[in-house]
């Protein structure tokens, strides 16, 4: 399974932006994909997941400002992300979990400053 994301970039406060990510290779039997992502100095923390069967799952940070969802056609997840405030600011996985097994996409920065 092969990841891609895209769709980073830099953005003032209270803009968007939409991540994509890309899933390629064996995708079936996968069971959860989500994005994840990264600070300066700081763990990676879950940001959105999306279950096979639909089911969602949110960050607090995320509830009501981002949307997770998928394109079954393009093989591809995304994150609409609505809002953005500094703290945002990170670089962001996408990630899918088939039959146990995570796999990381390659990440995609996001900046968001005035």
């Known amino acids: 399974v092969q990841l891609q994301a895209s769709g980073g970039g830099l953005v003032q406060p209270g803009g968007s932006l939409r991540l994509s990510c890309a899933v390629s290779?064996?995708?079936?039997?996968?069971?959860?994909m989500g994005w994840y992502r990264q600070a300066p100095g700081k763990q990676r923390e879950l940001v959105a997941t999306l279950t096979s069967s639909g089911r969602t799952n949110y960050a607090d940070s995320a509830k009501g400002r981002f949307n997770i969802s998928r394109d079954n056609t393009k093989n591809t997840v995304y994150l609409q992300m609505s809002s953005l405030k500094p703290e945002d600011t990170a670089v962001y996985y996408c990630?899918?979990?088939?039959?146990?097994?995570?796999?990381w996409g390659q990440g995609t920065q996001v900046t968001v400053s005035s």
């Open positions: 990630n899918v979990n088939r039959r146990g097994t995570l796999y």
């Open positions: 290779g064996n995708i079936f039997s996968i069971d959860v």
